[in-house]
């Protein structure tokens, strides 16, 4: 095994790329539209071909993606936006900055994912008070998405407007459908760490309804009308930088060899752990993007620190769930409430996870393991 292993490698994908990026990138040097420029509407044609839905919308962060998203639905003060407990904190965030309310929900202990059972009972009991359930933001968590068929039926039956937070599942396929296909309304991410990733900050929102793309563009450039300066509606700076869809367009070539690469490093690990550590399921028909390889450990904090020992990066995803963080504390009912997601954040592990490693590095983060939990 040669040098250091990366919990994330993005020099050898540069590496490998690096004559496209120098080009692509140049070229925008020289045309000098860095607002909007011709990338922009390259990198959405193709991610709407390569997603195979109707319209792409290129934004500045997952983040922004997700307000505009919750914008475009008209969220608001006294809406109730159910979401997972055991996530990012810009999932609840958003909800948070439009004045309605997020409602956490417990996950299914396997999966990680937004659990129905726990869904419909949050419902019902949102619907005894004085808010008004209006929607879903479901969770692709570590690259793994939720059956969005039976989350779409549930959404309709309940009248809620439906969202997914795939900012960690770009690529990831549920039956014969990509993330971008599956819900009325998808998110992403192009952070640097998500399996998609810009040199920056960079989104996308991902539909086949036109009326919403059509809003989301205005949204994301100040809630513009025809032109520029006719403003028909309250918006936010969000759009995508040209840089960025230009590097983008250099990553989305070699995107569906790194997508196996991961799908083989995930093999190689669930080969090496063996029976006895909690590994990632794997739902058939559905092919993960692997943004995480995620494994359960009782002394979880005892092997991080010894592996780090041994120069093996590991990473807490999430230390916290969302209901218990300081300034979230006021929309849950505290510790003890939602216990599968605290259970979750008391013993997950990250390991590292790229397209560049090798079996070699696996087996050996594997045996440093193995070696410190016995
Ligand atoms: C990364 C992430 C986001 C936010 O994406 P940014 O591009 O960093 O703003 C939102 N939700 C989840 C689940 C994420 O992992």
Redesign the pocket.
Do not use: C, I, P
């Given at each position: 095994m040669s040098g250091k292993i990366e919990f994330v490698d993005l020099r050898a994908q540069q590496e490998r790329i690096r004559e496209d990026l120098n080009k692509r990138v140049i070229k925008v040097l020289e045309h000098g539209q860095y607002i909007q420029g011709p990338e922009c509407q390259e990198l959405e044609s193709a991610l709407a071909e390569y997603c195979r839905c109707s319209h792409v919308i290129g934004v500045s962060?997952?983040?922004d993606a997700?307000l505009m998203a919750l914008m475009a639905k008209g969220v608001g003060p006294g809406d109730a936006v159910f979401c997972p407990a055991f996530?990012?904190t810009?999932?609840a965030e958003v909800i948070v900055l439009l004045g309605a309310t997020p409602v956490f929900v417990d996950v299914d202990p396997d999966s990680y994912l937004i659990d129905l059972g726990n869904l419909t009972a949050a419902i019902t009991k949102v619907r005894q008070g004085k808010l008004i359930p209006r929607a879903i933001l479901a969770?692709d968590?570590f690259g793994l998405t939720p059956d969005y068929r039976a989350l779409t039926k549930f959404s309709q039956e309940h009248d809620l407007i439906l969202i997914a937070?795939a900012?960690?599942s770009f690529g990831a396929v549920f039956g014969n459908d990509r993330v971008g296909k599956l819900a009325p309304v998808t998110v992403t991410?192009?952070?640097p760490a998500?399996p998609l990733g810009c040199y920056g900050?960079g989104?996308a929102i991902m539909t086949d309804d036109t009326e919403l793309a059509e809003q989301l563009r205005s949204i994301r450039a100040h809630g513009k009308g025809i032109h520029k300066y006719d403003i028909v509606r309250i918006g936010i700076n969000g759009r995508l930088d040209t840089l960025q869809a230009a590097i983008l367009l250099a990553k989305l070539k070699v995107f569906d060899d790194e997508l196996r690469a991961r799908e083989q490093v995930a093999l190689w690990y669930d080969e090496a752990l063996g029976g006895k550590i909690k590994k990632p399921v794997r739902p058939v028909g559905i092919t993960c993007a692997w943004a995480q390889y995620t494994i359960q450990l009782d002394d979880r904090d005892r092997v991080a620190d010894m592996l780090k020992t041994k120069g093996i990066p590991t990473a807490i995803y999430y230390p916290k769930p969302i209901h218990l963080q300081p300034a979230y504390m006021s929309y849950g009912d505290g510790i003890g409430s939602l216990p599968v997601s605290e259970f979750l954040s008391q013993r997950v592990l990250s390991l590292p996870m790229h397209p560049y490693l090798s079996r070699e590095t696996i087996g050996i983060i594997a045996d440093h393991l193995h070696a410190v939990i016995t």
């Open positions: 962060s997952g983040t997700l996530t990012f810009a999932t969770v968590l937070d900012a960690q991410s192009f952070f998500k900050d989104g």
